[in-house]
């Protein structure tokens, strides 16, 4: 079905000179007042104020981004988990605890990314245990409790509308990590509702395998038209995450599933 998209953009004029960006301003006030949105978008903006330091803005970010995150804003909970995770450049130690009190801020919001972080530290704690086994251990790993929390934890993010979880639920239904059940066919279903360039090129080629070859040509098109195998592509996902910030990679840990077989990188 053809769709129409429209976009509105909307320019204030803030000085006559037009040779200076005051958004430092815009949000000061009402983030002194200790509002947790106000505090959100001023942590975007204090890099802009005339002489501060790159350390003098490291530590205005952090601070603004921990209070508004404290105050309720989700957004500012899930980069302040990703730093505590390394994700994000800033002076925290690495605390995975503290990541995931942080993710769970997130999820009292509703935030996708609230749950599929918690997907992702569970899957690199298993992946971190059953590696110092050896091979032999890793080829276990499919069978730990957590695997199946992670889908969940996967499943109520897509439901939030992350394309993220869908393209990896995509992946939880092609390699069985739900009860060791293969669907293929639910698997492409998640595949293309990611709308992602990568999750329309998997669900193309399963369903040139099954011979759909009028589906193969449709999903492959979109796929290319999207960036998908350009150089830029990867790199723009890396850099943007999954919604503006870096630190969200679409490749989860996923360890070898039930018969051997372990997910590719895109």
Sequence with gaps: EDTERWSWILWYKDSTKCDEDYGYEWFKDCSDEGNALCQQLHSTKVGMIPGISQEENAK????LNMKAADGGSAFSAIKVARAYLGKLPSSLSFDVHKAVEYYEKAIQSNHPDGHY??????LMAVMNEYSIKGK???LTAWNDPRIKQSVQYLEQAAYLGSAFAMFNLGVVH????????IDGDLAGKWF????LPEGYFVAA????????????EMLLNRAKTMGYGTPWREHARKQTGSGGAAGVDLNLPWPPAFDG?????F
Excluded: K
């Design 192 to 195: 293309e509702a990611s709308g």
């Design 117 to 122: 972080g918690m997907a992702q530290i569970l």
């Design 60 to 63: 205005a970010v952090l601070d």
């Design 174 to 181: 092609t390699f069985g990590y739900n009860n060791q059940e």
């Design 136 to 138: 032999e251990g890793e």
């Design 205 to 216: 080629n399963q369903a040139g395998a099954v011979g759909d070859m009028v589906r193969y």
């Design 261 to 265: 077989r372990r997910p590719p990188n």
